[in-house]
């Protein structure tokens, strides 16, 4: 990644995370902020500060950061523009393995059950799409298997809200289908951010191969790349990842698609260099869509799911129109 643009995306999510810290129902200023979130000033703010926003930010920033890096290298193992995470079902079906896990009472018995519910759910998603349509490549075949995965976890998570058991595991199980990061706490961050991290470790791993994939498949291989392992890395990695995002927050759309899409430009259009800069730029993006969803309707605050949908998907629609201007 290009310094310039790794020195302009640092500094974005820098202003972007000290913002999400000041901006809500309740407006504090920066220099306010920053002294709460020492341990100074009125006790009042740190509690709004250190208790409130500062898991808030967190999580959306690993969140962001994990759904534009599986986006990205989705994106490089299928070699197609429109794959992402929540378009091959993935965000679907990991919000499916959470509901089923609290419908179930194990997320109340065992508490890593949710996190490992939103993971097998991911891990089952993306698989199936990849072997259905994965290794074509072809954009028609990986938009009706991610439609119908994504359909049939839905239709399943609406069963469960169907016969939910009293009226509060129906708003629970409407919580993860719109996605949201209102009430967080630092215990969903502990719980999430480990899974997100091995992620992405698995993900980052496989750049070099993803590198060597754009020449094809074959010549990847002929340069040593065991395309096997680069794909049963990167469909672990993403879920893991998703997974692990989408049982602390719901189902959180588009930024694996716009994302690497804004960015791809400005770094050559390789890869490698595209992988962090995609997890800068989502972590970035989710950041002003939290505080977007915080400012839009304060009295009754926006999902953060609904608003990444109502961005992302006149962005789908252009990139199927730009692909159809313009064939590759």
Do not use: C
């Not at 028609?140 to 119908?148: P, Q, T, Y």
Request: aromatic letters at 8%; hydrophobic letters at 60%; zero cysteines.
């Amino acid at each position: 990644m290009k310094p310039g643009l790794a020195i302009g995306l640092g500094l974005a999510l820098v202003g972007a995370f000290l913002a999400s810290l000041t901006l809500g129902a309740a407006s504090i200023a920066p220099a306010d902020a920053l002294s709460a979130l020492f341990g100074a000033g009125d006790a009042t703010l740190r509690i709004i500060v250190i208790e409130v926003r500062l898991p808030r930010a967190l999580l959306a920033l690993l969140i962001g950061a994990t759904l534009g890096l599986s986006g990205a290298a989705l994106q490089g193992l299928l070699r197609n523009p429109l794959a992402e995470p929540g378009l091959i079902g993935a965000s679907a079906a990991a919000a499916l393995g959470a509901v089923l896990v609290f419908y179930s009472g194990l997320a109340a018995m065992f508490v890593w059950a949710l996190p490992l519910g939103g993971i097998l759910g991911a891990l089952a998603a993306v698989g199936l799409v990849w072997l259905l349509a994965g290794r074509s490549g072809d954009s028609l075949s990986l938009i009706l298997a991610g439609v119908a995965v994504a359909s049939l976890a839905g239709a399943l998570t609406a069963l469960a809200l169907n016969f939910a058991p009293n009226p509060f595991a129906a708003s629970e199980i409407m919580f993860w289908m719109m996605g949201s990061l209102a009430d967080r706490s630092f215990e969903h961050v502990w719980l999430a951010a480990p899974f997100m991290a091995a992620g992405a470790w698995l993900i980052l791993r496989q750049a070099p191969a993803l590198d060597a994939l754009t020449l094809g498949p074959d010549t990847a291989r002929t340069l040593g790349f065991d395309m096997g392992r680069t794909a049963r890395g990167i469909v672990l990695g993403v879920a893991l990842g998703v997974g692990a995002a989408t049982a602390v927050a719901g189902a959180i759309g588009f930024v694996g698609l716009v994302t690497p899409h804004l960015l791809r430009p400005l770094v050559g259009y390789r890869p490698r260099p595209l992988l962090l800069a995609s997890a800068l730029g989502g972590a970035v993006l989710t950041l002003f869509a939290d505080i977007g969803a915080r400012l839009a309707a304060p009295a009754e605050e926006l999902k953060l799911g609904v608003l990444t949908a109502l961005v992302g998907a006149p962005f789908f629609l252009y990139l199927i129109y730009s692909q159809r201007r313009n064939p590759q």
